[in-house]
């Protein structure tokens, strides 16, 4: 029999200090595995980078193209102009919008009126909203504004009542489609009704006021003169109508 020594237990010595060793190495690996996927996740959670110096440029050229593009309008504001814009329908159905530009800085008290009854901004309270356009004649003219009989006996202005013609704009001609005048029964009878010019009209230059024009939503007037008749006194089958309105200050 071989004497026992103190050798004699050094294997089981060794087994305790192995399985310390092994418990640090894996604690070491559990570790470098965390760390790993802590630097994934913080990648793939970053919002993406341009690759380069010449990606990123494209980036920026690209952004402010988008943006312009929503913003941009087809007319410019002039100095002295107001806008409004005026939602029109046809027989129940909606027609469109159209955008007026008003020469207030050459009939201000005309395109005041106007601007006046087409927002219901005014101190009395008037306006067009609700109102029909009674008289359609192809090629010549949209009449509308009579909110008080929707038959072309009635309306009056923001100032309480009929108001002078405004000589300068007497002097603007009725040179094309689209331009914008008061209707009127005689010199210096301007109420709240007014005209979609479908036409060049010189035979009514100096005899009423022309106070603005359309400059955008042309193809809504093109419908309402679709809704009319070739001469007076012909019966309308169509209902234009004034739906809303308001004024453009961007």
Same mark, same amino acid.
Request: aromatic share 8%; charged share 20%.
């Given at each position: ?10 294997p089981?010595?060794?087994a ?31 919002p993406?980078t ?10 920026n050229?690209?952004?402010?193209t988008?943006?312009a593009?929503?913003?941009?309008? +087809?007319?410019? *504001? ?5 806008? =409004? ?6 027989? @129940? #159905?909606?027609? &469109? ?22 927002t ?11 109102? +029909?356009?009674? *008289? ?5 003219? =949209? ?6 009989? @929707? #038959?072309?006996? &009635? ?20 040179s ?19 005209c ?8 009514l ?6 106070? &603005? ?9 093109d ?28």
């Open positions: 029999m071989l004497p026992r020594t103190s050798g004699g237990r050094r089981h010595g060794l305790a200090g192995g399985a310390s060793s092994v418990t640090k190495l894996i604690a070491i690996c559990v570790a470098s595995v965390m760390v790993v996927y802590f630097i994934w996740m913080q990648r793939a959670l970053a993406a341009p690759a380069n110096l010449h990606e990123a440029a494209a980036l050229e690209v952004v402010p988008v943006h593009t929503r913003q941009t309008r +087809k007319w410019t *504001r002039k100095p002295g102009r107001r806008y =409004v814009w005026i939602d029109m329908s046809i027989d @129940g #159905k909606k027609a &469109g919008r159209i955008t007026a530009e008003l020469f207030m800085d050459i009939v201000p008290k005309t395109a005041e009126n106007f601007r006046g009854l087409v219901g901004d005014n101190a009395l309270g008037l306006q067009y909203k609700g109102s +029909k356009c009674h *008289r359609i004649i192809k090629n010549f003219v =949209v009449q509308c504004g009579d909110f008080e009989t @929707g #038959k072309g006996y &009635g309306g009056k202005s923001i100032y309480g009542g009929k108001f002078a013609d405004e000589p300068e704009g007497l002097k603007l001609e009725h094309k489609r689209y331009i914008l005048q008061m209707a009127n029964s005689g010199p210096n009878s301007n109420g709240s009704q007014f979609f010019m479908l036409s060049a009209a010189p035979h230059n100096g005899r009423h006021v022309v106070f &603005g024009e359309v400059i955008d939503g042309f193809e809504v007037v419908a309402m003169e679709t809704s009319g008749v070739e001469q007076d006194g012909v019966h309308l089958d169509h209902n234009v109508v004034f739906v809303d309105g308001g004024e453009i200050f961007d």
